[in-house]
């Protein structure tokens, strides 16, 4: 009963820690997700799905799009340790997804790359970059010139590399991180060789001449190059690797419709007219107001969900004199337009301008003349509540 007990609380004190994530199944042979239920939106979500018993690596890549050869918004890996679940896998995804959108999903399964595999990507690598060196010098009497720059010449055999890792993945987590700057300077070296101290670096053979000395001088260098490069190659080939066995790409996949929200200012703001700070000019007047922030909070910074540009109408006209009295062109109100930030829950401060129509020279308070139209600023403070809309997409 004491074990029960402790089960309990265990699992009452844990609750907080998976509560904020909603479990996504995803089903291989039908390829979807929650028996073709939307996924969740705006709210991180535990991807679990099943897994052969081989399988020591399951990735999870997400795009916007159906290229998946762009870079994913989101990746995240699962690996199989001895003390994982038999047959399946779980990984959070820390990424929340937009509401009312789509996104394509690529599923990979690695196996464990055996030793043939491993002696097989080693050769084609070298086999490559053996290529590529060779292509890439020019022998003349004098010297040895590359035909690329050797900071561009070491770019491209990362390329060449990194291409032909692009099926395997590393279970210890180690990248292949580039050549190093041993093979740069060694690059540079060959750049820079010239052939006449040829004689003074190899011992002649028996009837070779200047020029086969030279040539035999330039080979030396050339597969000294490619012998630190399949050294610093087979560092990583030679690391425990995964192979790509399986992918699964879920094209277009729809999240859940999230509801729409309108914010709805009302508050008491301030215009100024004219004067200094010791006789100024100035009236007030209480106002209703929508807000559109710059961001959510899931997708921005806390900074730029609060921060909004806000628009709105005063309820009454604004008195800056007894025969000064502003009203506002085309709505008959001074309206405004500011910048707002949200700095508590409910409150919401506005800084901007009002636009506003001088009623003196008129014949009706609606009458609207460009030339009697002129802006002075503006600041409030407000309540803000959400209103939610239902549109359809």
Excluded at 291 to 308: D, H, L, Q, T, V
Aim: proline fraction near 4%; charged fraction near 20%; charge should be positive.
């Amino acid at each position: 009963m004491k074990k029960n007990y402790t089960l309990l609380i265990c699992l009452l004190f844990s609750y907080p820690l998976f509560a904020q994530y909603e479990t996504v199944v995803f089903n291989y042979d039908r390829s979807y997700f929650n028996e073709g239920q939307p996924l969740p939106a705006e709210s991180d979500f535990m991807l679990t799905g099943e897994t052969g018993k081989e399988v020591g690596m399951v990735e999870v890549a997400i795009y916007g799009s159906p290229d998946t050869n762009k870079k994913p918004l989101y990746r995240n890996a699962w690996k199989n340790r001895p003390s994982s679940a038999d047959g399946g896998f779980i990984l959070p995804v820390n990424y929340p997804l937009r509401g009312n959108d789509e996104y394509t999903f690529l599923i990979n399964y690695y196996e464990p790359a055996s030793a043939l595999q491993q002696q097989q990507l080693l050769r084609q690598l070298n086999s490559a970059l053996d290529s590529y060196i060779d292509q890439s010098f020019v022998v003349s009497k004098s010297s040895v010139e590359l035909r690329k720059h050797p900071k561009n010449m070491r770019s491209d055999m990362n390329t060449i590399v990194n291409s032909g890792l692009g099926l395997y993945r590393s279970q210890i987590n180690y990248e292949f991180g580039g050549f190093s700057d041993i093979i740069l300077d060694k690059l540079e070296q060959i750049n820079n060789l010239r052939l006449r101290k040829a004689r003074r670096n190899i011992i002649a053979g028996e009837g070779e001449d200047k020029r086969t000395i030279r040539l035999k001088y330039a080979q030396e260098q050339v597969e000294a190059l490619k012998v630190l490069v399949n050294q610093e190659v087979a560092q990583y080939a030679n690391a425990q690797l995964l192979a790509l066995t399986d992918s699964k790409k879920i094209t277009d996949y729809a999240t859940k419709k999230t509801r729409n929200v309108l914010a709805i200012n009302a508050g008491y703001g301030g215009v100024y007219y004219s004067g200094d700070a010791d006789n100024f000019t100035s009236d007030t007047s209480p106002y209703i107001g929508i807000s559109i922030p710059f961001g959510k909070a899931k997708f921005s910074s806390a900074f730029w969900s609060r921060a909004s540009i806000s628009t709105g109408v005063f309820l009454t006209n604004l008195k800056f004199g007894e025969d000064n009295v502003a009203t506002g062109p085309l709505v008959k109100r001074p309206f405004y337009l500011a910048l707002g930030y949200r700095a508590l829950p409910f409150v919401r401060i506005n800084a901007g301008a009002a636009v506003l129509q001088s009623d003196q020279g008129a014949n009706s308070i609606s009458d609207f003349n460009v030339d009697r139209v002129y802006i002075r600023p503006f600041i409030g403070l407000s309540l803000e509540l959400n209103l939610w809309l239902d549109l359809n997409r």
